[in-house]
């Protein structure tokens, strides 16, 4: 009778511990998926400000070369640029992630 007892318990505390260690495994789980999003949202932060400081500079040359090159060319070339500048980033974000 306390072999069954005793083996009754030691089951109990085998379920309480494989209980633990899955709660452990998804709380791990949960943090690292926080952790993972929040450094992918910051990327993306980064890269959407790099984009904005090129469109500025951009058309900073846009105003300076205006008296220079006719306006459409220029417009052409701002359109062209910034596509270009569009694809790079997607590509380094597909890469990142």
Sequence with gaps: MKEASSFLLLGRWLVLVVIIFLIFI?????????????????????????????????????????????????????????FIILIVIFIIVIVII
């Design 26 to 82: 998804v709380l791990i789980i949960i943090i690292l998926t926080i952790f993972v999003t929040t450094i992918i949202i910051i990327i993306i932060f980064i890269i959407a400000a790099s984009f904005t400081i090129c469109l500025r500079v951009i058309i900073i040359i846009f105003f300076i070369l205006t008296p220079f090159i006719p306006r459409e060319v220029l417009l052409s070339i701002i359109i062209i640029t910034t």
